[in-house]
């Protein structure tokens, strides 16, 4: 099963997947790593390790980050160096984690080069945008 | 018209549909069907301005969802229907919609209702329709998500 570990500065990551749950319900093999006021990039590489060791990492690790350049981000660039079935992907947001949890559900297998562009498209596509001048009807469809 | 889901769920459209259902469902419409959110125009449009990208949603009262089903022009499209009550749904199978199945999501708490799951909560009126579709041999099954397990909405009544 591919291996989903969102890391990120304070609990974000934690608190991000409750709200998946409350979407997808339980998950599994999915872990968060909170960098928290006091800890250092390498207690960041630790707790990626210790998480890693403790899921199933048999179809790949993808890495959700909040920032690109952040320490949770550089360390896992720390772990993902030299590893070909690692990826990581930044800017989480509820839509791409959801994306990767149904994945995991449904037991498709993809490279992780794939899983990493599907994160990203999800993670986009949830960027909308709304305004009351945007209501258009449909006047094509008569239902 | 291919109902590919028929779910009671009075949060009509929100997470759980738009991200899971629509997607094991391979829907390419989500049709409410409901008197009151039809007359409401503010949550009608609003409803249609949620679909997930590549579905159609639409919002119809009963009499409109028979009619629907019933247009040649509909036959082979993919539709996830959603209610916010059981009433309506027996509504629609007594004018010969063909339904064999209805996933209950969630029917929320208010006043005069009790709560028979986490997410159900019915009244009088919910029971009897229940019954109602029951006795007509309609599955009835509470589920939040597809990977859930089945509850059977009887069992629970009891």
Not at chain 1, 28 to 54: F, M, Q, R
Not at chain 2, 31 to 55: F, H, W
Not at chain 2, 94 to 110: L, Q, R, Y
Request: aromatic share 4%.
């Amino acid at each position: 099963m591919l291996a989903v570990l969102v890391g990120t500065h304070g609990y974000f990551a934690t608190e991000l997947i409750k709200s998946c749950e409350m979407i997808c319900g339980a998950t599994k093999n999915v872990k968060a790593i909170t960098l928290v006021p006091g800890e250092s990039p390498d207690d960041v590489v630790k707790k990626y390790e210790e998480a890693i060791g403790e899921l199933d990492t048999e179809d790949g690790v993808i890495f959700l980050n909040d920032l690109f350049g952040g320490s949770p981000y550089n360390a896992a660039c720390r772990l993902a160096i030299g590893h070909e079935d690692y990826g990581i992907v930044t800017g989480v947001n509820l839509p791409m984690l959801i994306e990767m949890v149904g994945l995991q559900m449904s037991g498709d297998v993809a490279a992780i080069k794939e899983v990493m562009e599907k994160a990203r498209d999800a993670g986009n596509m949830g960027t909308q945008t709304f305004h009351t001048s945007d209501i258009k009807e449909d006047e094509e469809d008569d239902l | 018209m291919k109902i590919v889901l028929a779910r009671i769920d009075d949060r009509l459209i929100h997470g759980q549909v738009a991200t899971i259902w629509s997607k094991v469902t391979g829907c390419e419409r989500i049709i409410v069907c409901d008197d009151e959110v039809a007359n409401d125009s503010i949550r009608s449009t609003l409803l249609k301005q949620v679909a997930p990208p590549g579905i159609k949603s639409s919002v119809v009262d009963i009499e409109k969802a028979v009619r629907v089903y019933n247009n040649p022009k509909y036959e082979d499209a993919k539709c996830l229907l959603l209610f916010t009550n059981p009433t309506s749904v027996l509504r629609l199978v007594e004018a010969g919609v063909d339904i064999k199945t209805v996933n209950i999501g969630g029917m929320s708490f208010k006043e005069g209702k009790h709560q028979i799951t986490g997410a159900v909560s019915v009244d009088d009126k919910d029971i009897e329709s229940f019954k109602q579709l029951n006795s007509k041999g309609i599955e009835l099954e509470i589920r939040k998500v597809d990977t859930d397990k089945k509850v059977m909405l009887m069992d629970v009544l009891k």
